[in-house]
């Protein structure tokens, strides 16, 4: 008779599914919300204290890219590694937007208005890519190792 077979029989006799993590279901919102909040709070910061995003910008985008790197799953790296310049453009855009940076709204003003916006964002969005990938290295590096020791 076969024995059967999933995640209650995996988990009565110490095993875990292929492919499972051993992380709470809770940590890939939390995650997000993360890699979200602080580039806005870091904003939000240099829109205390300067008029274009900045250093609080800068060290928030990469804290919070290195978060994400250091708590995602390895297939959740794919989505993780291409999240910096999709987190940095829009937070800059609208908190320049809501602070007078687009003039008129539409034709050329918006058009020099979104050239200033990514000049703005390119260095938060560069430094938070270039952390989050020597994160994502550094674990990719350790799990060959340590593959390497088990014998496999």
Known sequence: MPTPRGPAVAA?????????R????GTALTSA?????????????????????????????VVAAVLAAATCSRAGAW?????PPLVAAPI?????GLGGGAAGGHGKGLATAAVHWAVDAFPAMAAAEAALL??????????????RRNGA
């Open 12 to 20: 009565r006799h110490g095993r875990r599914r292929c492919g499972s």
């Open 22 to 25: 051993a992380r709470p279901r």
């Open 33 to 61: 919300l993360t890699a979200l909040a602080l580039p806005v709070a870091g904003i939000a910061v240099d829109g205390l204290t300067g008029s274009a995003p900045g250093r609080a910008f800068v060290v928030t985008a």
């Open 79 to 83: 989505w993780v590694a291409y999240a």
């Open 92 to 96: 800059t855009a609208v908190a320049e």
């Open 134 to 147: 020597a994160v994502l290295a550094a674990r990719w590096i350790r799990s060959r190792r340590s593959t």
